[in-house]
């Protein structure tokens, strides 16, 4: 049995890649969410993510399953819970997580510039905390170094970009809880981020992908609205020499940009499935399921983790429509910005034969635009 957990988009995806071929599911969530009404999957009411009943849920739950399962951590803290748990956990469950030592050097930023730079994987200029040399470049932006809930909370954005050293260093005194990261903004738009997913056990990959976003909402730093299949083995090279470097084992994506004089240059790293995870298996390369095959001591045809669909694209409807108004609403041609949604494409979350999650991805949706229209009422300045 395979145990999902985050049951939003990224969980979806990966009950779905492995139900599909057999693998029963189990998602533990502490509330309904789309993952959990899937055909493919069978829903486990679960205690909070951060509470401190949830490893010993997942002990009880290893207790009673006739064999052991598979663990799909899909957030960074449910990532390192597990990496803190893994002697008791490993009781129950087949692992495959980074240990200790390879996730801190892939998933606190200033950790990874050091890994990065060790392994010749360029990276954009970068300074911890300040104060600033008088010559960092600008535009900047600016991340905590490790993913803290609290950031996006008191800011309403993963990122934070400045076009003026002054608000710049301003914010910096105001960050120093977070241990800032301050980085060279990257020019180009969204066509030129890439990422390489792969799922690896002790430093081998088992399956991978390449890929690219072609839209994402918020502008800058947001998820993928749009997302396309597009196999570049340079991307792959970089990606897989820095996985291996760790001697990695899981699911991860690793986040580039190239820059305008074509230098590929690593963004981030997530050690766990992402949001658009389905658009891989589409392809061909069904990450999930090659890690679930190897935990288990099974082959799995080629066919199955060889990515094939070129261009393929993978659509978040709801990101989509608000990122195409926005597009349109700042004078982008409206056949340049349609023609981004084009072609053959795969629904992020609906799918024939699995309709359970659309009631529940119809709220949401309303929700969405609620939430964007209350925003943009509050912010509004009658001229």
Not at 76 to 95: A, F, G, K, N, P
Not at 124 to 151: C, H, N, W, Y
Not at 333 to 362: F, H, K, M
Request: charged share 20%; proline share 8%.
């Amino acid at each position: 049995m395979a145990l999902v957990f985050n049951a939003h988009g990224n969980g979806l995806g990966i009950a779905r890649s492995l139900g599909t071929y057999g693998v029963p599911v189990a998602v533990l969530s502490p509330q309904r969410d789309l993952a959990t009404e899937s055909r493919y999957s069978r829903w486990l009411q679960s205690p909070a993510y951060s509470s401190a009943h949830f490893i010993p849920f997942l002990e009880q739950i290893g207790e009673v399953l006739p064999q052991p399962g598979v663990l799909y951590p899909l957030q960074d803290h449910l990532v390192e819970l597990c990496v803190i748990h893994r002697q008791s956990l490993s009781h129950y469950y087949h692992l495959s997580l980074p240990t200790p030592r390879a996730f801190k050097a892939l998933s606190d930023k200033g950790e990874l510039l050091t890994t990065a730079k060790a392994v010749g994987v360029d990276t954009p200029t970068s300074r911890i905390g300040g104060p600033l040399p008088a010559d960092f470049p600008l535009p900047a932006i600016v991340k905590p170094l490790a993913q803290i809930p609290e950031f996006k909370t008191r800011y309403g954005q993963k990122i934070l970009r400045f076009s003026h050293r002054q608000e710049l260093e301003a914010n910096l005194e105001q960050m120093e809880s977070f241990r800032p990261l301050i980085q060279a903004f990257i020019p180009g738009d969204e066509a030129n981020l890439w990422t390489y997913g792969a799922a690896f056990l002790k430093g081998l990959p088992l399956a991978e992908y390449t890929g690219r976003k072609l839209i994402q909402y918020p502008p800058g730093a947001g998820d993928a609205a749009v997302a396309e299949s597009v196999w570049e083995p340079s991307v792959a090279a970089v990606g897989r020499r820095l996985l291996r470097s760790v001697n990695y084992s899981g699911m991860a994506q690793v986040e580039f940009k190239v820059d305008p004089k074509g230098t590929l240059r690593l963004l981030e790293v997530n050690p766990r499935a992402w949001s658009w995870n389905s658009l891989p298996t589409a392809s061909g390369s069904n990450l999930s399921l090659a890690l679930y095959a190897a935990l288990l001591n099974k082959s799995l045809p080629s066919e199955l983790r060889t990515q094939r669909e070129t261009h393929l694209r993978w659509r978040y409807g709801r990101l989509w429509l608000l990122a195409t108004l926005r597009l349109l609403l700042e004078g982008r041609p409206s056949r340049e910005v349609l023609a981004l949604g084009r072609g053959q494409a795969i629904n992020a979350i609906l799918t024939q034969g699995d309709w359970g999650p659309l009631p529940l991805y119809l709220s949401q949706i309303v929700k969405t635009f609620l939430g964007e229209f209350a925003l943009k009422a509050r912010n509004f300045q009658p001229r």
